[in-house]
């Protein structure tokens, strides 16, 4: 497996009136060949942050402040606004959670679609693009597409639009595309629908997706390997089952077990991790998931742990998650 | 007092200069507003203190032991000391009826957007119509109805000014109606005018603060035109309008400070409250908010 | 009459559709006339939740589950149908003893962020409805009953003199959830109350409205899209289409054996971590007709894999398949 995108000790920084706000916090992962690689984080957990700083879209306050984003072996970091531009909406796209706002109200959906053709295929010829447009509408499912081209965006339903958002993102055949809590704003049946557009459209073209989100349940079934984001830190990454099945980081297990399971109760009470995500303002010293963690020791309060190898492909960042393995019992104490 | 620096709208206003040169300048002229019979070596109103030979003096003559720093009027007054007290009038004109317009506005807004329907119909036209005339000519026919006095021109500025926070207040309102908390109010059990007043009133009067600043500065201009048009307050104990009024004929006759000074204190005045008006607004309104 | 505690019976709530001034127009026999249009949010719903109950209305957004909520809390008038609270309609005791329905009848809302005024302080918002029903006779009683409140749903009580905006989401609810018990209710209409909230919190707020309902025998109606979540805190689900409800019964028995295909497509539908990398199954294509001009015969015809003719014309009415397990379809 290549990988075609490598980020290495990402930090980027919001610097407030009230501080410096640390949203993603030495960050690092690679994203391989035709993989989905989902990165699950509760808001304000770094994960969006993440995926705007690899295009290098973070308007002030906010600035990365250190890190290599490698793109087919190439660092973006020194690259120019004009240069990433080049990038952007071609070879790394992005999708958003909102597609009503993403979509400009005042242009036609056809308008927008062969914009985005045409920024990045200077030398194609109106036909050309056109025809480009009709047949990527058409990919994305949407019926009649020749006659939809002349319609604006609130002709359109959500589900709709987010794959006309979809049809943009593909435009360019992108090598990665970087999609935000794509289907957050959609209902279960048409989230289904346009989950399972996107796996099959990015299989098809070769794209890989990092899918953004909240919930485990999307990830569980769509991504091949899953990163879990905590107070602008990856906690832990690893191969989808390794995730699920055999999660190492407490907030990790604390997450999946405090899902309700749709096949009923296990336990009589629903598992809860106690308190809430500190500010990113004041993060206590060490691992910032210590206050709410069943399992810490005097040195979680002090230090920050590394990544360490736990199987294959799955790292975690946690001082005691032998301990935890092991006998859960011995936290207790 | 202390609290009050930690808050986070006042810090913000204190970031900007102009706001703050405008504060300082509202302070200034107020308290000497206030204070005029102690500043001002004359006391422009009593008629026994004018002596009419020292009538069209220049700035900086000296007479009946008083040194008169702006010259003097037709009447033999400092103007000065009648810009003090000049100012004192035009201020609890603008204040007062700001506040009388602020209170009727905001009730009838809150009114027609909560209700909506026909009450709403009828204030929103009747807004509507007021608007469709000039202030000056509303003003105008109030007066020509009831006559000349302080009290009277409060009314007639109150009655111009109510519109503009009618409609502001109602527009909110119409937003603030549909939020949850009105629901949970409702479904608490509280009644329309507990709803109204303790949980809508409070999250609309933002953008009432504005205008008022706004409008404070706009009811002691229509003050200084209906004084200065010899409608306003009576001639013994002229306003800064009065002022303008009774030097501008002699304006081109070489006795140009008797208007020129009362209209550079009306435009301190004015700009001092238009500068801190802006910054409320840019720190109150959310929509210009990045 | 059975002893339910709440019984909605064909309860329907249209609202009109505003149309611009040149809209609807038309001539019939001659003379002008305006069509009128009506969203049909809820369109004949019936239900009976007894006492001690989690009753979960399930379906997506724009399927009435929350206008049937709302209406039933009175903060919308139904357009037809009967609402029974303690076997009274619910527009007599809201015209007789509005206080006593409020009293015991509360609401806590999706979105703490708008269902809190922002102006007011935790203290005012959890004593408002103390002072509105006249609960408390005393400064010194009212503060004491607030406190206790707070620490019933977990809030430090040294906390009451803040605002909402300085509070977490999780915390926001809290507050929600205190002034909806401020007055002791017997039943309480928890419109999606965990789906705002950050999922590591979710956990805590299902399981203080537990604790809650052990402690003060509270009766639920919990209205949510989220499936998982509904197994887990109702003991009876009935899901809804199109203003409809397409199956009703108790919780276990809807989710081992979910007859409607509808249901059975929101199960496939559903993503979950017991689903680990199978692929999300796409049973059904197509979007929610418009509840405006609603397909004839069963909502669910245009999209359902099974429709037949007669789904088309017929409206199908729940049959009762097995004790207490409803389901409107002609298949059963």
Known sequence: ?333 | MKGIFKNETVQEFFESKEAVFGLVLIVVLTLAAIFANFIAPQNPYDLKELNLQNAYKPPGYVADGIRFLLGTDDQGRGVFSTILYGMRISLFVGLVSTVFSAIIGTILGLIAGYFGGKVDMLIMRLADIQLSFPALLIALMIMAIWGQGLDKIIIAITVVGWVYYARTVRGSTLAEREKEYVDSARVVGVGHLGIMFKHILPNVLAPVIVIGTVRIANAIILEATLSFLGLGVPVTKPSLGSMIASGYQVLFSGYWWVSVFPGVALMLIVMGINLVGDRLRDILNPKLKR | MTDSLVKVENLKKYFPVKLGVFEGWHFENGKLKRKRLYVKAIDGVSFEIEKGDTFALVGESGCGKTTTGRTIVGLYKQTDGKIYFRNKPIDEVLKKSPKDFKKNVQMIFQDPYSSLNPRMKVYNLISEPLRVHKLVSSRAEEREKVEEIMVNVGLEPEYKSRYPHQFSGGQRQRIAIARALATEPEFIVADEPISALDVSIRAQILNLMEDLQEKYGLTYLFIAHDLSVVRHISNKTAVMYLGRIVEMGNTDEIFTHPLHPYTKTLFDSIPSVEKVKQPLKVTIEGEVPSPINPPPGCPFHPRCPHAMERCKKERPEPKEVSPGHFVSCFLY
């Open chain 1, 1 to 333: 497996m290549t990988a075609i995108l490598e980020v290495k000790n990402l930090k980027t920084y919001f610097f407030t009136k009230k501080g410096i706000v640390k949203a993603v916090d030495d960050v690092s992962f690679e994203v391989y060949e035709k993989e989905i690689l989902g990165i699950v984080g509760e808001s304000g957990a770094g994960k969006s942050i993440t995926g705007f700083s690899i295009l290098k879209a973070i308007d002030p306050p906010g600035k990365i402040v250190d890190g290599h984003i490698y793109f087919h072996g190439d660092d973006l970091i020194p690259k120019s606004e004009e240069e990433m531009r080049k990038i952007r909406g071609n070879k790394i796209s992005m999708v958003f959670q909102d597609p009503l706002t993403s979509l400009n109200p005042v242009f036609t959906i056809g308008y927008q679609i062969e914009e985005a053709i045409k920024v990045h295929n200077p030398h194609m010829s109106r036909d050309e693009i056109r025809e480009r447009s009709i047949k990527l509408l058409k990919s994305v499912g949407i019926p009649s597409p020749e006659k939809r081209l002349k319609d604006y965006p609130h002709q359109f339903s959500g589900g709709m639009r987010q794959r006309v958002v979809i049809a943009i993102a593909l435009a360019n055949n992108p090598d990665l595309v970087i999609a935000d809590e794509p289907t957050t704003a959609l209902d279960v049946t048409i989230q289904a629908q346009v989950l399972n557009l996107m796996k099959r459209l990015s299989q098809e073209k070769g794209s890989s997706i990092i899918l953004i989100t909240h919930d485990m349940g999307v990830v569980a079934q769509m991504a091949d390997r899953i990163a879990v984001m905590y107070a602008g830190k990856m906690v832990e990454i690893g191969p989808t089952e390794e995730i699920i099945f055999n999660p190492k980081h407490p907030y990790t297990i604390g997450l999946i077990r405090s899902i309700p399971k749709l096949s009923g109760r296990t336990d009589k009470r629903l598992y809860q991790i106690p308190g809430i995500m500190p500010s990113l303002l004041n993060l206590p010293p060490g691992c910032a998931f210590a206050p709410r963690c069943f399992c810490k020791t005097d040195i979680c309060e002090k230090e920050m742990p590394e990544f360490e190898k736990v199987g294959e492909n799955h790292y975690v960042r946690c001082f005691n998650f032998r301990r935890i393995a092991d006998d859960r019992q011995s936290c207790k104490s």
